[in-house]
């Protein structure tokens, strides 16, 4: 299996689909799984993209078997059976190809300018038509097909500019098996004379190169994305000039990933539009525009994986959580719908939120330090790990956790007036008092566990015959600023004695 990326912007979430439906499968079926990047049109090339997309994948957890990034998953450096992997240092391998396809009779040079060609199209198009290099008019134009063999070479020796295009057979009707939407017949004579190789920078185009190398690097099962089913035609009559039907590899095209509309597909520019990533690494391009990706926003590869493993495939059960190897058993072509598959963004934050509520605390807390450390807390690690526990359940990302345990590594600075008005000032105005004389006796405490205060305070109150209520929420105001949170010992006990101690006095002071 191969992903043939472009280096040309940043990998799409789709992109990213197709390629782990390669690594799936590859994996499912004891097979290799190559990156070959496919940079042969210079004119796109984006710098940084190629790094991007070996990030991306290893961000996601997809182990790169050969091929560029290979290894380490990071390096772009690469050896291998069938190296090089990046097309740009195979250029010397095409033009052979293409010449034997001349020699065939399946090929031929086109010497036609820029400019020719383009009143051609005009001209069609005048006529409201539209022009198309095919078996209709290539043997009026300026090809090999017209012109005698020695002008040819007469040409090519003094440096004319040419093409090398696949001469397409006249009315033949193309049957073509795709391993997801069955058999697709399509007749070559809607199909025009597609440009193989050019002189102009000694490259080939896409469709050489990628059946080419296709070929050379033993690819069995091609998976990519529907927008390449046009092209699977050609493909195959490339594979049928070349003689390789024998070992044509087989093709799966994926459906569209769709807008959460439904309508249209989902591209590049709908994340920020949205409001949410399209990207799974944030993406800063060389002109300094951002665009969000997963990872920064948040997201668990895990969770992202999950989710866009079940973008266009089901399991035919109920199943919803899979791990990378879960999908690996369970992966199949055959699950593979062929209608576009609708991304919604809530389900990927439903998908995160449960990765969040399946992981330890001791994971959590390790994402969770780095942040409260932003923030100058320095706390031990295990009364983290504590906190994480307490208050994972309702939180859907890492940075969740914050704004959710924030009253215990601050005291606060603004009480609720509601709280305030209800049980600090309630009850007849005596509970200051009473919280005072909790206060004086907490300072005297030396087992300060949540076990012991827990029953001290409550034997305390009941003991007085002070509102339970009353005063349980006013000693909770004083410690974290409102009515919520855990049980109230389990906070004393976390934010520890002279914290306790210094927010009573602090309330007592201020309110
Ligand atoms: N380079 C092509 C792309 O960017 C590869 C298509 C294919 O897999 O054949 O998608």
Request: charged content about 25%.
């Amino acid at each position: 299996m191969r992903f043939a990326p472009s280096p040309t912007g940043p990998l799409h979430m789709g992109g990213v689909r197709t390629a782990l439906y390669n690594y799936l499968f590859a994996r499912a079926h004891g097979g290799t799984f190559i990156i070959r990047v496919e940079d042969t049109d210079s004119q796109r090339f984006v710098p940084g993209a190629e790094q991007y997309i070996l990030d991306a994948l290893d961000w996601c957890g997809i182990h790169i078997d050969e091929g560029i990034g290979a290894g380490d998953g990071t390096s772009v450096e690469s050896q291998g059976p069938h190296a090089p992997y990046r097309q740009s240092e195979r250029k010397a391998i095409y033009l052979k190809y293409a010449l034997d396809l001349i020699a065939s009779g399946n090929a031929y040079y086109a010497f036609d300018t820029a400019e020719a060609l383009e009143e051609l199209r005009e001209k069609a198009e005048a006529a409201g038509g539209k022009f198309a290099y095919n078996f209709e008019v290539r043997e009026g134009l300026e090809t090999s097909l017209r012109l005698p063999a020695e002008e040819v070479k007469a040409r090519i020796a003094r440096g004319d500019q040419y093409v090398v295009r696949f001469k397409m057979p006249e009315n033949e009707d193309v049957v073509m098996h795709d391993l997801i939407r069955g058999e697709v017949t399509i007749n070559s004579s809607t199909l025009d004379d597609k440009v193989l190789w050019k002189s102009s920078d000694e490259l080939p185009t896409y469709h050489l190169a990628n059946i080419v190398d296709d070929h050379l690097m033993e690819i069995s099962h091609v998976i990519r994305g529907e927008e390449w089913l046009p092209s699977l035609p050609l493909h195959y009559l490339l594979y049928k000039a070349f003689g390789w039907t024998e070992t044509q590899p087989l093709f799966a095209h994926l459906p569209l990933l769709l807008k959460p509309t439904g309508q249209g597909k989902l591209s590049k520019r709908d994340g920020d539009k949205l409001g949410f990533p399209v990207f799974p690494l944030r993406w800063i391009s060389p002109e300094g525009e951002i665009s969000a990706g997963y990872k920064e926003d948040g997201y668990f590869p895990e969770a992202f994986v999950n989710m866009l493993a079940l973008l266009g495939w089901n399991p035919g059960t109920e199943q919803e959580i899979f791990s990378m190897q879960e999908l690996v058993e369970q992966f199949s072509l055959d699950r593979v719908s062929k209608s576009g598959a609708r991304f919604q963004p809530e389900k990927a934050r439903w998908f995160n939120q449960q990765y969040m509520h399946t992981k330890s605390n001791a994971e959590l807390t390790n994402e969770f330090i780095p942040i409260l450390l932003e923030k100058g807390i320095a706390w031990e690690r295990d009364k983290i790990e504590r906190v994480v526990g307490l208050v994972k359940e309702r939180a859907t990302f890492v940075n969740d956790l914050w704004e959710l345990s924030s009253y215990f590594f601050v005291a606060p600075i603004v009480y609720d007036e509601k709280a305030v008005a209800k049980f600090w000032k309630g009850g007849g105005g005596e509970n200051p008092k009473r919280i005072a004389a909790l206060r004086d006796m907490l300072a005297g405490e030396v087992d300060f566990s949540a076990a012991h205060l827990e029953e001290l305070i409550h034997s305390e109150i009941e003991r007085r015959e002070w509102p339970m209520g009353q005063v349980m929420n006013s000693l909770r105001l004083a410690l974290v600023g409102a009515s919520m949170g855990p049980g109230l010992a389990e906070i004393c006990e976390l934010i520890g004695k002279p914290e306790t101690i210094f927010r009573i006095d602090n309330a007592l002071g201020r309110l």
